[in-house]
T-cell receptor, first 113, second 115 residues
């Protein structure tokens, strides 16, 4: 049972435009959400996170939005750059188990010139 | 180096053999995690250490898998009687522990291929 779902396996966006990556979750106990970015042959790297007490968190070109009622979060990248091309993983943790991250299957983003 | 180091980077073995994968975390990080990533999937939690003890091993798939961290630093993931389904990239991560809020620092992984 996939508790964290990324239904779009890939996304292609033109440089300078906005990239929107989506993530849905099923476990109502999740209260902390993160996005990780992964380049080929490298480990995932932390990008941005959001607590369930917020609905938005922004860090430079990256913004994460959380809609708790819909159990949905999204990552916005604006403007997109070719260096953003990577696989993006959504992850979630529960208040009673903050150190155990549950990851989605990832979305491969390609930003073309 | 300053990051999480994993060895070997690649391991090819035959079905039924024993394998050890090593992880050297970032100095000073008290928490250490093992994840497994199969093709087309996200990282799957295996086990988490806080110090020397396994705080949560609920992700280990069966008793062929075992991990240790005897001195609270380096960890070894041990797989007995390997099966073809064990083929995956095994990722190690470390963090400051409590208060890290999921910000894990991952190594590059050990790619295991079981023939």
């Amino acid at each position: 049972d996939q508790q964290v779902k990324q239904n779009s396996p890939s996304l292609s966006v033109q440089e300078g435009r906005i990239s929107i990556l989506n993530c849905d979750y099923t476990n109502s106990m999740f209260d902390y959400f993160l996005w990780y970015k992964k380049y080929p042959a490298e480990g995932p790297t932390f990008l941005i996170s959001i607590s369930s007490i917020k609905d938005k968190n922004e860090d430079g070109r990256f913004t994460v939005f959380l809609n708790k009622s819909a159990k949905h979060l999204s990552l916005h990248i604006v403007p997109s750059q070719p260096g953003d091309s990577a696989v993006y993983f959504c992850a979630a943790s529960a208040v009673h188990n903050t150190d155990k991250l549950i990851f989605g299957t990832g979305t491969r983003l390609q930003v073309f010139p | 180096g300053a990051g999480v180091s994993q060895t070997p980077s690649n391991k090819v073995t035959e079905k039924g053999k024993y394998v050890e994968l090593r992880c050297d975390p970032i100095s000073g990080h008290t928490a250490l995690y093992w994840y497994r990533q199969s093709l087309g999937q996200g990282p799957e939690f295996l086990i988490y250490f806080q110090g020397t003890g396994a705080a949560d091993d609920s992700g280990l798939p069966n008793d062929r898998f075992f991990a240790v961290r005897p001195e609270g630093s380096v960890s070894t993931l041990k797989i007995q009687r390997t099966e073809r389904g064990d083929s995956a990239v095994y990722l190690c991560a470390s963090s400051r522990g409590q208060g890290a809020y999921g910000e894990l620092f991952f190594g590059e992984g050990s790619r295991l291929t079981v023939l």
